[in-house]
């Protein structure tokens, strides 16, 4: 027969059990509520831009002659390839916005830096775009959010054509009143009836309509310091002002092509 203290303690030590299962219960559902609760902010903050980089920035300080661009796609746009502008070693970061002047939507190569948890989840299981380039979303603009594309580099960096082609056009951007440098605007060679426009670079003085260019081997200018003037955006994602080559792709039927 079992003493009436020993059936008190095994009680207690019940009692016991239970109290620190309950407990770890319900630190286990304070911790869920937590994680679920940072998996919405990150699946719904996608195109946001966050605090700080998500990746280290690539120097803005190496200025040694780079030479032209490897022959590397950025983006395509049907089955015209947007190949690389600058030497891919003076690239500092690369951003797309929506363009407001009816740039058709680019479709970017390589993998977005800065999407959501549930995104980058939903790239992983359905074999989506990975590796890279690397690429962000940035704020503003009113049309498709890939429709400009910015390629960072130091101020004073080459510029190539990112397509062949022939160029049809060469005109003064203006920003706030002033002239800031020019858009050269090019016809490719395999997509005649698209108009790729490369600006926010100082032309180089050779550059001529009519004139015959060739992908990663003309140049076609240099980079400018837009630090003065504005704001950049993807200086948020680089050590430097964010200077950078603005690329849109266009229906040839929109501009006033000489």
Known sequence: MTA???HGR????????QYVRRRRFAL?????????GMLLVSA??????????????????RLLPAGPPALQAIAHVGSLAVEFPVNQRRVTA????????GALSL?????QANQGLLRRLWHALAGGSSGSPRWYVL???????????EVGAPSGTDVYAPVTGTIVGIDKVILDGKAVGDAVEIEPTS???LVVSVSTIAPDPSLVVGASVTEDASKLGDVLDLARLETQALAHYTDDAGNHVLIEVHPAATLDVP
């Open 94 to 101: 690369i951003g797309y916005y929506g363009s407001a002047d």
């Open 139 to 149: 704020p503003g603009g009113q049309g498709p959010s890939t429709s400009a594309l």
């Open 10 to 17: 095994e009680l207690q030590r019940h009692t016991q059990r």
């Open 44 to 61: 719904f903050g996608g195109g946001a831009v966050p605090a700080t980089p998500l990746t280290p920035a690539a120097s803005a300080s």
């Open 191 to 193: 997509a005649p009836s």
């Open 107 to 111: 479709d970017p190569l390589g993998s």
């Open 4 to 6: 009436p203290h020993a």
């Open 28 to 36: 286990a559902l304070v911790l869920l509520a937590v994680a679920v």
